[in-house]
């Protein structure tokens, strides 16, 4: 989308606060001699102390203090009303979560078979997928049919038993569809077998209505996925929430469903 | 977590008043939004713990900036053609049920404004991956983000 001509600003003023990583301050400083634009890293410093000059570090540090403990007193009053009520609220969604998922299956569609099927968790061979909401102790475990909000960040895990190649993705209510691993349509989707991963990033709900269904998509051939392939497949759903997904005979995949 | 607010003023305060006088193109207003970036960073000093104060002091400014924009272009007609406006005053489904920084206090975790991440891509001219080890988010979940923003713009751009 953005034609990136030069270095943007925030690289440059981390290499100028020395906070761009070892690894990769000598690549940039070479592209800033191939932009004739070293002279950036000085300008900076000049500018640095005709800043500080013009607005001193003691008179402007006293005016942010001041200023913070101001809105502190405003921000306390507003925050009250929300606390209460909110802390409630969390303490019984938790209580409730626990009550319903005592015991609980996971329910999964496999391809192929013409009734979903439960899966245990712990049978051999096929891989598993297991989504986590975050939460201010630590994790949630999602199972399918689960509820979760806008903004509540979701923590995609797998273990590939026996896959050899994965895909995860997601389709939301607006019908848009994710891609979670791998990260970019052109990486590799192999993976070794029984190796558990946790992906990198958390994915954050949005406010797309209704749910955002996760696809786990494997293989235990050797041949890797065709990520555009099984995004397609996805995306052409004829429901989004509730229909089975058409792939090749030698691929399977399981689903979890997050009601929103 | 104590900050030293003189020192970090001093190391980083020109790059944010640099950062916010870029946005907003008027120096008492950049002043203004400088402060009230480091008032943040009293506010959320716990960040600092996850990552270099120049990144996280550069978002929040842009961040300070673009609500400042927002705030004071009230009317379509002060938008204008200027992106930076377009992506301050864009209609977009941030997370309403609870203040955005009070989500960040009660689950110490940070989301990052959709249109602070827009500016970082489509004005600092940052790529998707760039943006998103900046945003600590995966590359799925920046372009979900700008989505329904891009579709926006695109829209403005249209009907001039």
Known sequence: MTQKKELPELFIEKLASKEMPKEMEFSLRHQLEAENNLNRLAQIKQSNRKILDSYPPAQLAASIRLRYEQQKKTTHKSNLRYLIPTSAVLAAAAAAFLIMNIGKEVPVTTQGTQQPQTEYIGLKGAPQLHIHKKTNTGEVKINSGDNATQGDVLQIKFNSSSAKSLIICSVDGHGAVTLHYPEHESESTKVKTNTKRVLPFGYELDNAPGFERFFMVWTQKNTPLNVGQVLNAVKTLKNAESSKLQLEATLHYKDIIVKK | ?160
């Not at chain 2, 000093?45 to 609500?67: D, I």
């Not at chain 2, 955005?100 to 404004?113: C, D, P, R, Y």
Request: glycine share 4%; net charge positive; aromatic share 4%.
């Open chain 2, 1 to 160: 977590m104590a900050i030293d607010v003189e020192a970090y003023y001093t190391q980083y305060g020109p790059m944010v008043l640099r950062r916010c006088r870029r946005l907003l193109q008027n120096e008492d207003s950049a002043v203004d939004a400088m402060q009230d970036t480091f008032v943040q960073l009293l506010r959320y000093s716990e960040r600092l713990e996850h990552e270099a104060p120049s990144s996280l002091l550069y978002r929040m400014a842009t961040n300070v900036c673009l609500n400042k924009l927002r705030s004071s272009s009230r009317k379509p007609e002060d938008i204008g053609t200027d992106l930076l406006h377009q992506i301050a005053c864009a209609d977009l489904p941030e997370n309403r049920f609870i203040a955005a920084n009070l989500i960040g206090k009660l689950f110490s975790k940070h989301q990052e404004s959709t249109r602070t991440i827009a500016v970082l891509h489509l004005l600092d001219g940052m790529t998707l991956n760039e943006v998103a080890k900046e945003v600590g988010m995966s590359v799925s979940g920046v372009r979900k983000r700008l989505r329904p923003l891009k579709g926006q713009l695109l829209e403005l751009q249209r009907s001039e």
